[in-house]
């Protein structure tokens, strides 16, 4: 069992900047994908970014490539989410997200929720204009 706990939401303005932090523990394998994902109420849970345990190779959403990054300290099993330049449109709730599939590369299959086992409770982030 893996158990995910994002940190690090709340207001700011736009143009601002937050860093989302998401801490894991139990479980944890070289061969996992952590994954960051946001959801506003009433529509479906939207993929942000991932990045592999081991390795560290990462993917974006084109919307926020830009803007946001993902990195890991694997010393503290923590994976982070940097958002800058964020934009109202940006308010939702983000999740943190672990999958256990092992596949030798980052790619496409871990823009799905599916693709995850594992869930954190969420952060608010609002988004201020």
């Known amino acids: 069992q893996v158990q995910l706990v994002e940190s690090g939401g709340g207001l700011v303005q736009a143009v601002g900047s937050l860093r989302l932090s998401c801490a894991a523990s139990g479980r944890i394998l070289t061969s996992y994908t952590v994954g960051w994902f946001r959801q506003v109420p009433g529509n479906e849970r939207d993929f942000v970014a991932a990045?592999?345990?081991?390795?560290?190779?990462?993917r974006s959403a084109e919307s926020v490539k830009c803007r946001f990054s993902i990195s890991r300290n694997n010393a503290k099993n923590t994976v982070f989410l940097q958002m800058n330049s964020l934009k109202p449109e940006g308010t939702a709730v983000y999740y943190c997200?672990?999958?256990?599939?092992?596949?030798?590369?980052?790619?496409?299959?871990?823009?799905?929720?599916?693709?995850?086992?594992?869930w954190g409770q969420g952060t608010q982030v609002t988004v201020s204009s």
């Open positions: 990045i592999r345990w081991s390795g560290g190779s990462t």
């Open positions: 997200a672990a999958e256990s599939r092992g596949l030798p590369t980052i790619g496409k299959g871990d823009e799905s929720r599916t693709a995850y086992d594992y």
